[in-house]
């Protein structure tokens, strides 16, 4: 059995004050069947750490470098993430692989350097507008996977989060049979690249997941949960989703 995960990914947001969230999420969600994450950005995990203390609430960062350690000004290693307590790293973000230019290749040894250090990788891919309407969707998610997933991942070091680009921040998902469409090419793939492992590896989706629409997104086959952006700022938005994720 695959347990859910409702991970959220604050990106470049989110302040001290405003990591009372997990204060808030702990109380709502002691009792959760899912596992429940935060990615604060990377000032935050210590604090963010401290807060989650042992409860339910697990921490994780939003990107790590692939050496261990070196010349790499402004950059912080996959052990310097787990040295803050914190167990999950998000690699590969489209965000990142525009505005960084990250390559498959780099994403994929960015996921081995998290899982080296005993990190969870959470590999993001997802198609771009362009791409879907000129019906590539599928073979570009094909190839970031491929690309981007280490050799040997179990599902206990690696989750994959599928986010179509343009579903990011926008208020639009894709159709529930698009989402499916995807998840079940994503977990044949998966089954061919790592073996029986594959079936153990979750499966995200990301992109506009909203307390309205979690619940639908949720009942796909094949969908263990969702990396959400805005809606988990708050715990108003993100505790009817981690509940929805709960029921589904
Ligand atoms: P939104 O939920 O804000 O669309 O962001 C999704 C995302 O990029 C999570 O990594």
Redesign the pocket.
């Known amino acids: 059995m695959r347990r859910k995960l409702a991970a959220g990914?604050w990106?470049m947001n989110g302040s001290i004050a405003a990591l009372e969230m997990i204060d808030q999420l702990s109380q709502a969600h002691g009792d959760a069947g899912c596992e429940i994450l935060l990615c604060p950005p990377a000032p935050f995990l210590i604090p963010a750490r401290e807060k989650a203390s042992s409860g339910p609430v697990a921490i994780g960062a939003q990107t790590c470098h692939a050496a261990t350690a070196g010349a790499h000004t402004g950059d912080i290693s996959a052990s310097m993430i787990a040295e803050t307590g914190a167990t999950h790293v998000?690699v590969g973000?489209?965000?990142r692989r525009e505005s960084y230019g990250e390559t498959d290749a780099e994403v994929q040894a960015k996921a081995k350097a998290g899982q080296n250090a005993g990190l969870v990788a959470i590999v993001?891919l997802g198609e771009s507008l362009e791409q879907r309407e000129a019906g590539e969707a599928l073979p570009v998610i094909k190839a970031q996977l491929k690309g981007s997933v280490p050799a040997g991942s179990t599902g206990a070091d690696l989750v994959v989060?599928y986010?179509p680009i343009w579903?990011?921040?926008?208020g639009k998902i894709p159709t529930m049979a698009e989402i499916a469409q995807v998840h079940a090419t994503l977990r044949a793939d998966l089954k061919d690249l790592l073996g029986d492992a594959g079936n153990d590896v979750r499966l995200l989706y990301?992109?506009?997941?909203?307390p309205g629409n979690a619940a639908d997104i949720f009942a796909l086959p094949d969908v263990d949960g969702a990396?959400?952006?805005?809606?988990?700022l708050k715990a108003a938005d993100f505790s009817p989703i981690i509940q929805a994720l709960d029921a589904s």
């Open positions: 990914n990106k998000i973000h489209s965000e993001c989060a986010e579903a990011i921040g926008t990301g992109g506009s997941v909203k990396l959400v952006g805005g809606a988990s």
